[in-house]
């Protein structure tokens, strides 16, 4: 809680100046609507040196930095306002000017909105068991190797593995995934899961400052206090403002030899709190998008990934599920489809390789429920045997059944010979096979429609696969180029080259070996929802949930957030603009220009604020 009362404790000592300012101009018309006109200029005056002191100490300190900035000219209103006698022109300045600033404070913490609620819910205790007791520790005390209890309703306090018990998971927090995940001994857990109906016994494989949840935490956290290309352009047009300023008031002072005017012209061009809707806007954006469980490292981040115009992808894992699903059964005379899936997939229940799963689903799906199998014995890599309802079963490789069955041709019906198959043997005799594919993700095809929409030019396919399947996942997809065969740094030297031609070019990926690309990238995206591990640490962008549909959603946000900052640069500082040139002529006296000049920075840096909010839309 102590980030939180910090962050109001800023907010209250940012606003006393505006506070008191405000407070010095209502007491002053007060006592001059009474008609005690000299008793509310006093009034105003000594309050314009109470809060008008801390506004020039800044502005001087600015300048012993070398910076040449907006603060200035407020400053030397104050100053001018306080020796023309123009007390409540200034005080106006100064509400403006320190108004901005808390403005900025209360946006920045409405902006962390997602880290605070992230810390506010990370897990605070553990169960540690040790000699045969279950104490209470801090989870910042755990140690990887200690055996922690989690009870029903609680989150994981670390990352892990379960040793006993079993359980449904929440895992919505960290992955956006509704529907419960099942835990038994052998399955992972991150910090941040929620345990709901079973008592689960885990060992820690992280430490708790170490774990998922923590690192969620800190992306966001680095990627607020990032500073982007946008806000030094904000900070540079403050830095030409400045000097433009003075120079209208030194020719309004050689035509005019009017003091007021030059007190005019410099209340209307006190841009900072103008300025300052800038860097709030990409802290509101960085935001959005963390709702949305995607971290964008930096304001440059945000700002790169508003301008791609090419698209590069990855395949395994990234347009497709990256994990091998069962395309086809092709059967032989004498064997029915689901009586096959019923005996291969009863056997590989047993088995440990990633094929057995995508077997053992859809075989429940076409028969319900499958017989246990015995003398089970697999040989990794190459195929399982053993016996179900009493008949001898075999599913592996063509060389694995092959071999077994004395045979160096094994026939396996319709499947094609470059498949990834599991050909399956019944009594002795080849029955069928089963066929693998990696499947599309379902919002691939939408994705790829979605990012021409937002201005990308170009679509790549780079992949380490065969040719012939990345060109069939590409057309599906209507994805432009195609390259496959690659290796890692085949990758890079071809999004190397993009990024030499220009557009801004993005890259996504989600295995390590798309680290070097998405580094090389103007901007690489992770898809981070099973880990990310080293390639979420190489990306600017990560998406924390498996769902590629994010990238289109970052990129939109990321979008809208800069055309609200462009717009809050271009409008505001073109209407001070003006209004200093109308000030000049002598059409606004100090006090109106005063107030001109609030309505603008204020309504820009309301305007700002919408980054923070809205649909992700184009």
């Keep these: 809680m102590q980030p939180r009362a910090s962050n109001h404790r800023n907010l209250a000592r940012a606003g006393t100046l505006p ?50 900035a907006s603060d200035i000219v407020a400053g030397l209103a104050v100053l001018t306002a306080i020796l023309l006698q123009q007390p409540l022109a200034g005080l106006i300045v100064v509400l403006m000017q320190t108004g901005g600033e808390a403005l900025e404070r209360y946006a920045e913490g409405r ?28 989870a910042d005390l755990i140690v990887v190797g200690d055996t922690l209890l989690v009870r029903p309703g609680e989150l994981v306090p670390c990352d892990g593995v379960v040793v006993s018990g079993r359980s449904w998971l929440d895992t919505s927090r960290l992955t956006g995934e509704p529907i419960p995940r099942e835990a038994a001994p052998g399955t992972k857990l991150l910090s ?50 400045t000097p433009v300023t003075l120079l209208v008031c030194a020719v309004t002072w050689l035509i005019t030899r009017d003091p007021m005017r030059v007190l005019a012209v410099l209340v209307v061009a006190t841009p900072c709190p103008l300025i300052l809707a800038t860097p709030i806007a990409m802290i509101g954006g960085i935001n959005r998008a963390a709702r949305r469980q995607v971290v964008l490292r930096s304001g440059d981040s945000l700002e790169r990934l508003s301008a791609v115009r090419v698209a590069v992808f990855d395949k395994t894992g990234t347009l497709t599920l990256g994990t091998p699903r069962v395309r086809a059964v092709h059967v032989l005379p004498g064997m029915t489809r689901n009586e096959l899936l019923r005996l291969a997939g009863a056997l590989e229940q047993q088995a440990g390789h990633l094929l057995a799963r995508s077997l053992v689903e859809t075989a429940v799906a076409a028969t319900g429920p499958l017989p246990e199998p015995s003398e089970v014995i697999e040989t990794p890599g190459r195929g399982v045997q053993g016996l179900v309802d009493g008949r001898r079963v075999l599913v592996g490789s063509r060389s ?63 992949s380490g696969d065969h040719a012939g399947t990345v060109m069939s996942v590409a057309t599906t997809l209507g994805i432009d180029e195609v390259a496959g065969d690659l290796l890692p740094e085949g990758k890079v030297e071809r999004v190397a080259q ?121």
């Design 400 to 462: 694995f059944v092959g071999d077994a069955l004395g045979s160096n041709v094994v026939d396996i019906g319709g499947a094609p010979a470059d498949a990834l198959v599991a050909v399956v043997a019944i009594d002795g005799v080849v029955a069928g096979a089963v066929e693998y594919a990696d499947e599309v993700r379902p919002t691939a095809a939408a994705l790829i429609a979605r990012l021409k929409s937002l201005g990308v030019q170009r679509t790549l396919l780079l």
């Design 498 to 618: 993009l990024v030499s031609e220009g557009g801004g070019v993005m890259m996504v990926g989600d295995g390590t070996n798309d680290a070097p690309a998405l580094r090389r990238a103007d901007v690489g995206v992770a898809m981070a929802g099973h880990g990310g591990g080293i390639t979420a640490e190489a990306a600017d962008v990560v998406v924390l949930v498996d769902d590629l549909a994010r990238v289109g959603e970052a990129m939109a946000i990321a979008q809208r957030t800069l055309r609200i900052a462009r717009q809050s640069i271009t409008v505001g500082l073109g209407l001070s603009g003006i209004a200093m040139i109308v000030a000049a002529a002598g059409y606004l006296t100090p006090v109106t220009g005063a107030v001109l000049q609030e309505v603008i920075d204020v309504a820009v840096i309301l305007n700002a604020l919408r980054a923070a909010t809205g649909a992700a839309e184009a």
């Design 111 to 138: 902006a962390s909105a997602a880290v605070r609620a992230l810390e506010d819910a990370a897990p605070r205790r553990a169960h540690r068991q040790r000699n045969g007791t279950t104490e209470d520790i801090p």
């Design 19 to 68: 506070a008191l300012a405000l407070l010095v101009i209502a007491a002053g018309l007060i006592l001059h609507s009474l008609g005690r006109g000299e008793a509310a200029q006093t009034t105003w005056l000594a309050g314009l040196v109470l809060t008008g002191v801390p506004v020039l100490w800044k502005s001087v300190q600015d300048l012993r930095r070398g910076a040449f």
């Design 192 to 241: 941040g899961f929620g345990n709901t109906d079973g008592a689960l016994v885990m060992r820690a494989t992280a430490r708790a400052q170490e774990s998922q949840y923590a690192r969620i935490v800190e992306l966001v956290r680095s990627a607020e206090a990032s500073k982007s290309p946008l806000q030094r352009l904000a900070d540079r047009a403050a830095g030409w403002f």
